[in-house]
Nanobody, 119 residues
Framework: QVQLVESGGGLVQAGGSLRLSCVAS????????MAWYRQAPGKQRELVAS???????NYTGSVEGRFTISRDNTRNAVYLEMNSLKPEDTAVYYC?????????????WGQGTLVTVSS
C-alpha cells in the first residue's frame, strides 16, 4: 500500500520560515507529479504548488516568490520551503502524488500537517 507522510508543520511568527517534507513509501514504480495543497478553516482545499517528474514547478499566485517546491526522486520525496510567511498562510498542508504502483495508477494524499502563522 502506498502512503505519503508529511512532516515539518508547526507554529511560526509572521515573516518566518518553515520547510515541509513529504515522503512516499510502498511498492512504487514511478512518481509523476507531486504537489502541495492547503486547506484553511472554513475554506476549500487549494493547490499551492506542483512539480513534474522532470522538475518543472508551478505556484499559485499568493505564494509566488515566497514558497519553493522541490523533489528528490531518489527518495520519493517532495519539499515545500516557505519563507516570509503570513497569517493567511495558516492552513493544513497536504501532499499529493500521481504515481504508479505495482498494480495501477493512483492519486495519493497524505494525512496533512498543520501550519500556523501568528501575527
Amino acid at each position: 500500500q502506498v502512503q505519503l507522510v508529511e512532516s515539518g508543520g508547526g507554529l511560526v511568527q509572521a515573516g518566518g520560515s518553515l520547510r515541509l517534507s513529504c515522503v512516499a513509501s510502498g511498492r512504487i514504480l514511478r512518481i509523476f507529479s507531486m504537489a502541495w495543497y492547503r486547506q484553511a478553516p472554513g475554506k476549500q482545499r487549494e493547490l499551492v504548488a506542483s512539480i513534474t517528474e522532470s522538475g518543472s514547478a508551478n505556484y499559485t499566485g499568493s505564494v509566488e516568490g515566497r514558497f519553493t517546491i522541490s523533489r528528490d526522486n531518489t527518495r520519493n520525496a517532495v519539499y515545500l520551503e516557505m519563507n516570509s510567511l503570513k497569517p493567511e498562510d495558516t492552513a493544513v498542508y497536504y501532499c499529493n502524488s500521481a504515481l504508479r504502483d505495482s498494480i495501477q495508477y493512483l492519486s495519493v494524499w497524505g494525512q496533512g500537517t498543520l501550519v500556523t502563522v501568528s501575527s
